[in-house]
């Protein structure tokens, strides 16, 4: 799995520094390009899907989501 992640560009190993017998696998700068345009795609849909309610019923739609996750 870490391979194909590494292939893709998406993540890459480092030695450990505390143990140089392990390995640290952190993601790439591409990697936090592509998250960081993920998030900003989400908040606009968010924004968007919950532009018609007022802020009682957004509080109520938030609580129930997370309640939902547990």
């Known amino acids: 799995m870490v391979q194909r992640l590494e292939r893709k ?4 190993r480092k030695v450990c520094l505390e143990d ?4 640290r696998v952190q993601l790439t700068e591409h990697a936090n390009k ?9 908040q606009q849909m968010a924004s968007e899907l919950t532009a018609q309610l007022d ?3 957004a509080e109520l739609l938030n609580h129930l989501l997370n ?3 547990k």
């Open 9 to 12: 560009n998406l993540v890459e």
């Open 55 to 57: 802020s009682n019923e």
């Open 67 to 69: 309640k939902a996750l």
């Open 20 to 23: 140089a017998r392990s390995k």
């Open 34 to 42: 592509l998250l960081i345009k993920e998030i900003e795609v989400y």
